[in-house]
């Protein structure tokens, strides 16, 4: 827990039970939409609401905590801000997966960015596909 309260004060919030129960949340379960992380946080906390969860979301995505995970046609999943990195997202599913970036595709970014007199401070790749749970039930389905 002491290190949410870290996170939560070098990104000037402060650390309030909802928020701490948040990332908690988060940490453990992944890449989660809303829904997911109120449906876990209020079996600790059931007085909180579905706003508080979204409004404190919000404020701890603006602040760098958390990051969103935009997915196509479905609502979009969060997770602990960390280092750069891709996210393959399944089209039928909706599941998120990471993979680490190399050091060749950050040494393509750099090129292309530094051509166009670009800063580049923080990347998000999402990669939208069909992931191979999703495509084995396909091909037993056909």
């Given at each position: 827990m ?16 909802q ?11 992944g890449?989660?939409t809303?829904?997911e992380?109120?449906?876990k ?10 706003a ?35 996210h ?27 051509e ?11 990669l ?15």
């Amino acid at each position: 827990m002491t290190s949410y309260i870290t996170l939560l004060k070098k990104s000037g919030l402060k650390a309030t039970f909802q928020r701490l129960h948040i990332l908690e949340v988060v940490d453990k379960y992944g890449h989660m939409t809303i829904d997911e992380i109120y449906d876990k946080v209020i079996k600790v906390h059931p007085s909180l609401s579905v706003a508080t969860i979204y409004k404190n979301i919000i404020i701890m995505v603006e602040k760098g905590v958390l990051v969103e995970v935009p997915i196509m046609g479905r609502k979009p999943k969060y997770e602990l801000s960390k280092l750069d990195h891709i996210h393959m997202v399944c089209t039928q599913c909706g599941e998120v997966e990471d993979l680490a970036c190399t050091k060749e595709m950050n040494q393509i970014l750099e090129t292309l960015t530094k051509e166009v007199h670009f800063m580049l401070v923080k990347q998000q790749f999402n990669l939208y596909g069909i992931c191979s749970h999703c495509q084995s039930k396909n091909v037993v389905q056909k």
